[in-house]
């Protein structure tokens, strides 16, 4: 009876997880890092430098692609026997590399969903790993595959599967686990139209509306973070303004991004976490960019704050670590895992990325709503919601405790440096209420050029005026007699003449020699 219990148990413990995407990891190359890529359900060997990925199948040859909820296309680096072709190419540029190459298409099978001619991208750019890919789950209005073939052939993975199958909701949740983690080492799951086992509670949570961005960049999974929506190492907010028009001045638009291992945020956040650490360091790696290093004993408690609900951040995922980094000691030093926004992150429609380190702290549901091709305008909004899984400050706290400091806890005797140590706020958007000074005068710019014309050449008349009055006072016909000072300089000539005679022996003073001192009046000389 015992063992029929079990096996029913089980069985059933199957079936409820049958519609799971299992999420594997692996560990890449640090250069790697920054790569936009995405992963789908992992076994997670995190140690700061892991891309999570699920198996997809193309025409029965199978590839593990990485999942990224950030970009929209699917690519393989690889061969597909049997592949139809469109004759059309497409590029997809990401934060670092691209992947390009004759649009194709072929049945793809994910799980138990099957597409029939799914289009993809054959990757010939040399850029990307042979026999690999990634699945872009981002809107389709973001697709190069949708855009370059123009119809509903192009559409996205997600979106044809959405599309053929109406009993399935337009949602998939992304759980990342953390494989430092010693408590639960869970390992992650992408699901489609269903929540994770356990974590049904996620549709509870508020929705977070995503705001359509219209600017020809592609549409992102992008929503507002509260006002005073980040709080530091201190217990604080951070102090920061959005640079987004129209996005909030004092509420920061986020992107949700699994394919960024370090989240992106403006520089004044990275400070506020990383800068008041002793012996942190903000240093430029190769094929990284900027970002702070920081003692590896260090536990630093941050806390995003999304629809009034607090998501703190366990330590293990504020610094990153066995990276072999060392400091100028040879010490080993972790990574800041929030790092300043890099040039190639940048965008004026969003201020940052939050990417794996956060969303291993927040179980994610997307809704698609109507941005899945051919819905209604009018049938649903797309939204956001997530689930705090950091809940327990103390376990996350042991945690730490035991994979970082060995077990033994001295986490009390650490202090932050005084706030005067910050670096100053170089943000030249401090003072911008939504628009830039140019996007404000813009409206007015006709009646300001037609008013600066009639002021300059009412000011060329002015000029004209005053020159021809100028003239009229000091010409003078030859028959006029000669100005006063003039008259002046004679009879000063003659005093000064018989001075010279008797000073000269009786010569007569010629007021036109070159050894005459004194000179009649010369005007001032006009340019």
Not at 325 to 349: H, R, Y
């Amino acid at each position: 009876m015992k063992l029929l219990a079990t096996s029913l148990l089980l069985y059933l413990s199957f079936l409820l997880e049958a519609n799971a995407i299992r999420i594997s990891g692996r560990r890449i190359p640090w250069e790697e890092r920054l790569q936009k890529r995405g992963v789908m359900s992992a076994t997670l060997q995190d140690d700061g430098d892991l891309k999570y990925f699920t198996n997809i199948t193309l025409n029965d040859e199978v590839f593990p692609v990485l999942i990224d909820t950030g970009s929209s296309d699917l690519y393989v680096a690889g061969n597909v026997a049997g592949a139809g072709n469109t004759g059309k190419t497409a590029t997809v540029n990401y934060a670092i590399g691209a992947a390009s190459g004759p649009i194709l298409t072929a049945k793809m099978e994910l799980e138990e969903f099957t597409v029939m001619n799914q289009a993809f991208i054959l990757d010939q750019s040399g850029n990307n790993p042979k026999g690999e890919g990634l699945i872009g789950l981002g809107p389709n209005s973001g697709s190069e595959i949708h855009t370059t073939l123009n119809n509903p052939n192009g559409d996205t993975p997600l979106d044809r599967i959405f599309r053929q199958n109406a009993s399935t909701p337009n949602y998939l949740t992304i759980y990342l686990g953390r494989s430092e983690d010693p408590t639960d080492p869970f390992p992650g799951d992408l699901t489609i139209g269903h929540p994770v086992t356990g974590f049904e509670n996620v549709t509870s949570m508020p929705k977070l509306p995503v705001f359509e961005v219209s600017d020809g960049l592609g549409q992102h999974w992008q929503t507002l973070l509260d006002a005073d929506g980040i709080i530091g190492p201190d217990g604080q907010p951070v102090q920061v303004t959005s640079h987004v028009k129209n996005g909030g001045k004092n509420r920061l638009n986020a992107i949700f991004d699994s394919g960024f291992s370090l989240p992106q945020v403006p520089k004044a956040v990275a400070d506020a976490f990383y800068a008041r650490v002793p012996g942190a360091k903000l240093t430029n790696y190769t094929g990284l960019g900027e970002v702070y290093s920081l003692p590896c004993n260090v536990e630093l408690n941050v806390t995003f704050k999304l629809g009034n609900v607090s998501y703190p951040m366990h330590p293990l995922d504020t610094s990153l670590s066995s990276l072999g980094k060392t400091d100028e000691l040879g010490n080993p030093v972790c990574i800041g895992a929030f790092q300043p926004i890099q040039p190639g992150a940048e965008a004026s429609t969003y201020d940052m990325i939050l990417g794996m380190a956060f969303l291993r702290n927040a179980y994610m549901l997307i809704n698609y709503g109507d941005f899945v091709d051919g819905s209604s305008s009018k049938t649903a909004d797309p939204y956001l919601q997530l689930l705090p899984l950091t809940a327990d400050l103390a376990e996350a706290h042991s945690d730490f405790v035991r994979v970082r400091l060995m077990g033994v806890d001295d986490t009390g005797d650490f202090k932050l440096l005084p706030a005067s140590v910050l670096p100053p706020d170089n943000d030249d958007n401090s003072d911008n209420d939504d628009e830039s000074f140019a996007q404000k005068v813009h409206p007015y710019l006709p009646y300001i050029i037609a008013g600066s014309a009639v002021l300059g050449a009412a000011l060329l008349i002015a000029i004209a005026m005053c020159i021809a009055k100028s003239r009229r006072q000091r010409y003078r016909r030859l028959h006029d007699p000669a100005p006063a000072g003039l008259e002046y300089g004679q009879q000063h000539g003659q005093v000064y003449g018989q001075q010279y005679s008797q000073q000269y022996g009786g010569q007569e003073y010629d007021p036109y020699s070159h050894d005459a001192p004194f000179t009649q009046y010369q005007p001032s000389r006009r340019y």
